[in-house]
């Protein structure tokens, strides 16, 4: 068993129920979620041991969302009770044609108003294996970005292994902002994921003629900008998850990873997923698949392969986090996709 720290924000979840629009619903679903929460109950899930670093009010709000953790055996107890308010976001779950919509209310939440000095991040990175963060922290405020940085010092001075999900969040920031910010992190970073609007946004990376509307993927782009990553950044591996959209309801869903040191490229198998239930934390559910798969020793090709599975049947579950087995994962890496009842 290894452990696992991220950061980040957890917020209050409110969709609309039967893929309503915003305007004609009368009630919201509850759920929390957030990238880096979502991270930690999925490798908790999956038998190792996760801690979530955040910042919540002191009320009954903040407290849901800390049990909501707990529920999922995610340790809580660096979690600071501080600051006015719990993030929170509205999601319209589309459907066929008619995509998806999410609008945010995360102004002043606890989180963007927290510094260093509301956590003991030598406490928190003495025992730890791996710390996970994604682009939307520093997003949320210049202290939040300064908030990063002070975590990833920690992390690498007490040798722990890094990832970062680029998570370009357009609502959040403008990819000037975002280059620049998310630039000067990347000397902190051993596994770098992010897709092709990340690569280009955050870090400027084209990957060549990629159409995901059009359901057109360029291997051969990303395989290049990997490389060029890995040589400006000194990443150990470069990875993009691949959605191709044919509807808001089939998704084509696959991810490609590179090693720095064999110079070697990998893509995985692609599975067809219709209809979606749920994708948001999609990209969440792979980046903690693929995380579990390297704390479980596994070559970075099977590590690949399992954050993708994991991913593809997150699809299928309503709300952020991804509430799969280990043993559910092992069958759908195995072949077993045929969905059919188990007695």
Not at 10 to 15: D, G, N
Not at 52 to 75: M, Q, S, W
Not at 137 to 149: F, H, N, V
Not at 306 to 330: C, M, Q, W
Request: net charge negative.
């Amino acid at each position: 068993m290894k452990k696992i720290v991220t950061m980040g924000e957890i917020m209050l979840r409110l969709s609309t129920p039967c893929n309503e629009k915003f305007i004609q619903a009368d009630e919201f679903d509850v759920n929390y979620g957030g990238g880096e929460a979502n991270v930690a109950v999925s490798c908790a899930n999956y038998g190792h041991m996760a801690e979530f670093v955040t910042a919540v009010p002191d009320n009954e709000i903040g407290e849901c969302a800390v049990a909501a953790l707990r529920k999922y055996g995610v340790g809580t107890r660096h979690v600071a009770r501080c600051g006015e308010r719990l993030g929170i976001y509205y999601l319209e779950t589309g459907s066929a044609m008619r995509p998806s919509k999410v609008v945010y209310d995360r102004a002043h939440s606890s989180i963007s108003t927290a510094t260093e000095k509301d956590f003991d991040f030598e406490e928190i990175f003495k025992d730890a294996d791996w710390f996970h963060f994604t682009g939307i922290t520093p997003a949320l405020s210049d202290s939040a970005a300064k908030l990063t940085e002070d975590a990833l010092k920690a992390a690498k001075k007490h040798g722990v292994t890094v990832s970062v999900d680029l998570n370009f969040r357009k609502k959040l920031w403008s990819s000037e902002k975002a280059r620049k910010i998310m630039t000067g992190l990347m000397k902190y970073v051993d596994v770098c994921i992010g897709n092709e609007e990340d690569a280009e946004l955050v870090l400027g990376f084209k990957p060549g003629n990629t159409d995901v509307t059009g359901g057109e993927l360029e291997l051969a782009g990303y395989k290049s900008i990997f490389e060029q990553m890995v040589e400006k950044f000194g990443f150990k591996y470069a990875v993009s998850s691949l959605r191709v959209s044919h509807s808001a309801s089939d998704n084509g869903w696959s991810a490609c990873i590179y090693e720095a040191k064999s110079k070697q490229f990998y893509h995985s198998k692609t599975y067809r997923i219709t209809p979606i239930v749920d994708r948001v934390g999609g990209g969440d559910s792979f980046a903690g698949g693929l995380i579990c798969g390297f704390l479980d020793g596994k070559d970075f090709k099977s590590a690949l392969e399992y954050g993708v599975a994991a991913s593809a049947l997150k699809h299928t579950i309503p709300g952020d986090f991804n509430l799969v087995s280990r043993k559910e994962v092992e069958a759908l890496v195995g072949g077993d996709g045929s969905g059919r009842v188990q007695r």
